[in-house]
């Protein structure tokens, strides 16, 4: 049974910085790949950052330079450093893990929200 619990997000000005963990458990493959993602009511998840078991990371254009996506040495924690944050990265924000960096089929957090104003 695989889960994943989001915490870290919260209310903080334009400017500001907030640390996003992920606590993973239960996935027994080898390989695999963490994601960030975001949605805003209305709107489709969109992928933010992705790290593969390899230590590979993607970033979406409109956080790089701006997000960091990391894990600890367990693997099982992920983390998402996001720093000059803006009002438009208001969203609830999702921990995924898949097989695939495509995500094919992934296992979901079940979020936390982070407000920029």
């Known amino acids: 049974h695989v889960q994943l619990v989001e915490s870290g997000g919260g209310s903080v000005q334009a400017g500001g910085s907030l640390r996003l963990s992920c606590a993973a458990s239960g996935y027994t493959q080898t390989r695999y790949c963490m994601g960030w993602f975001r949605q805003v009511p209305g709107k489709e998840r969109e992928g933010v950052a992705t790290?593969?078991?390899?230590?590979?990371?993607t970033y979406a254009d409109f956080v790089k330079g701006r997000f960091f996506i990391s894990r600890d040495y367990t693997k099982t924690n992920l983390f998402l450093q996001m720093n000059s944050l803006k009002p438009e990265d208001t969203a609830m924000y999702y921990c995924?893990?898949?097989?695939?960096?495509?995500?094919?089929?992934?296992?979901w957090g079940q979020g936390t929200q982070v407000t920029v104003s």
């Open positions: 790290i593969s078991s390899g230590g590979s990371r």
């Open positions: 995924a893990i898949d097989h695939w960096c495509t995500f094919p089929r992934p296992n």
